[in-house]
């Protein structure tokens, strides 16, 4: 069953992607789901967004650890080919890149994943606060060709505020 974000965001789909329901492409327990319209072999490069609210102080680093414990579990050579802090202090952020062979719509699969980690605080309490994780799942292939287009879906995601929608 889909979940619901901790916090409401907005952001902008490029061309060529569209939304889905998570239940109908297989994405239980992910929020949201956008589905690019150019598929590659039968596998669609997909974006996800799931998050949580947390009150620890677990680090961004920890969070994508949990998540390579994870796929270690459901996929074979998972490895982690790039992972970096990015954003501010205000704005702290960690993007990280595996690549993994899986089993997708009955075909075994060399896919990559590019996840980018988000910490919204809450303004009210500092010490409460949102993780989100975007992901970007394509085949190896079709990776190049579509993560721009993640990379500009990253840059529009921002929490809603009053006046704005998704």
Known sequence: ????????????????????PPDS?????VSFVAVYSRSDAGFAANISITGEFRQDDASLSEFADASLQRMRAVAESVE???????????????????RFSAVAAGTRRDLVQSQVYL????????RKRAVL??????????????????????RSVRPETEGTTS
């Open 133 to 154: 994780q975007l992901t970007l799942t394509a085949t190896a292939s079709q990776h190049e060709s579509v993560v721009q287009d993640f990379q500009d879906f990253v």
């Open 80 to 98: 982690v080919v790039d992972r970096r802090e990015v954003g501010s202090t205000d704005a702290p952020g960690l993007t990280q890149m595996m």
């Open 25 to 29: 492409v297989g994405a239980p327990g």
């Open 119 to 126: 910490s919204l605080l809450d303004t009210d309490d500092p």
């Open 1 to 20: 069953m889909a979940t619901t974000l901790p916090v409401p965001i907005t952001f902008e789909l490029p061309d060529g992607w569209r939304s889905a």
